[in-house]
């Protein structure tokens, strides 16, 4: 198939299933599912590309199908769930920027995504917040930036930032390096996983022409590894352009130790580096979708026995309230003494390392 380059990632944009009527007539809603469109309450809106949907087997507990079909575990919000379950609100210093850890900054470039993802953190904001981007929202953002030095990265998300025009996202790329020609840019984006055919070759070259530039994506299963997706990230990587990719770890889609194991292998094939696996975060109406902590816990120590240490992820969590980002490493250390330390491996056999070399 002859790739257009401009016309049809926009033509199956346009074309996502957005309500229970677009879907085709033998999908026959799981009672789950059912039930969730049954009620009459505040929904986070659905948005599913005919791509990512024919991923998806009939059943009802099809891993990628339980990353695009809301079921009516979103209806319930636990105690410990906030809207906004990173705490990010109270540090945003532009309409579109939020600057909370010291050296890098936030910029919410786009309020919709070609899939809406039932496990999503932002799905507040998502749901609140629509609105274009206009270009003093940028300037805004970019005269910040100017003003605060402290700041290496700006993280560009939303959202999903791809989903806007090649051309408007060039502007604001170009609006940033202008007033902060050292800016180190990162693109979260799922694009890669949901409509591949978004990733042209166009915008691969004309996201190259900004290094340093990373795009961290969202790979949570091996069976979104496709042809497509895997020619997408081709298109980035043959561009010079360096793939992260940032799992959240998810009830009965990856909560398994050799789903992540050949997840990592394979995004390593596609030269894609496994950055982070995340604990789901406390967002309303996700509960059904997060994994045990104490469960992520033992799927990580047996990983790391499994996958070498370039395909191992690092298990991370946002904490509530806006603690921020931490690494959740189980540490090997057992006992640190004048002259040694003493290490456990994964099998549970001591070892000691000097303290001292000569
Ligand atoms: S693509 Fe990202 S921002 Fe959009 S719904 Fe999925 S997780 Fe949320």
């Known amino acids: 198939m002859v790739e257009s380059d401009t016309g049809d990632w926009k033509k ?17 809603l799981s009672p789950l599912e059912a039930k969730y469109f049954k009620t009459e309450s505040d929904r986070f809106q659905i948005s599913i590309p005919e791509y990512y949907f024919s991923l998806a087997s009939t059943n009802d507990d099809d891993p990628i199908r339980r990353q695009f079909m809301p079921q009516s575990g979103e209806q319930i919000t636990l105690s410990c769930e906030t809207d906004d379950p990173l705490g990010e609100t109270p540090h945003k210093v532009t309409q579109r920027l939020i600057h909370r850890y010291r050296d890098r900054a936030l910029f919410l470039a786009s309020d919709t995504c070609a899939m809406y993802c039932r496990h999503c953190f932002r799905r507040d904001y998502l749901s609140t917040n ?68 978004r990733i042209t070759n166009s915008l691969s070259r004309l996201l190259s022409r900004f290094k340093p530039l990373f795009i961290i994506t969202q790979f949570n299963h091996p069976k979104e590894l496709t042809i497509s997706s895997r020619q997408a990230l081709s ?16 009830n009965s889609v990856n909560d398994s130790v050799d789903i992540l194991a050949e997840l990592c292998q394979e995004l ?17 109406g996700t509960s059904h979708m997060r994994v045990p902590i104490i469960r992520g816990f033992e799927i990580m120590k047996e990983l790391r026995t499994k996958i070498s240490g370039l395909a191992m992820p690092v298990y991370a969590v946002d904490l509530p309230g806006g603690g921020g ?29 000097p303290v001292e070399t000569p």
């Open 12 to 28: 199956q944009l346009s074309e996502c299933y957005r309500s229970v009527a677009d879907f085709p007539e033998n999908f026959k």
């Open 130 to 197: 629509p609105s274009a981007l206009n270009k003093k929202e940028i300037e805004n953002a970019a005269k910040y930036i100017r003003d605060h030095l402290e700041i290496k990265e700006l993280i560009i998300s939303g959202g999903d930032p791809l989903i806007l025009d090649d051309s408007i996202f060039e502007n604001l790329l170009t609006v940033f390096r202008d007033y902060r020609p050292d800016i180190i840019f990162r693109v979260a984006s799922r694009m890669p996983v949901v409509l591949p055919s």
């Open 235 to 250: 298109r980035l990587v043959g561009n010079g352009i360096p793939v992260f990719n940032q799992s959240v770890l998810l």
């Open 268 to 284: 390593l094939r596609a030269s894609v580096k496994p950055y982070y696996l995340f604990q789901g975060d406390l967002a309303a």
């Open 325 to 353: 980002k931490i690494l959740l490493t189980e540490s090997y250390i057992q006992k640190i003494t004048d002259t040694e330390v003493i290490f456990k491996d994964p099998s549970g056999k001591e070892y000691s390392y």
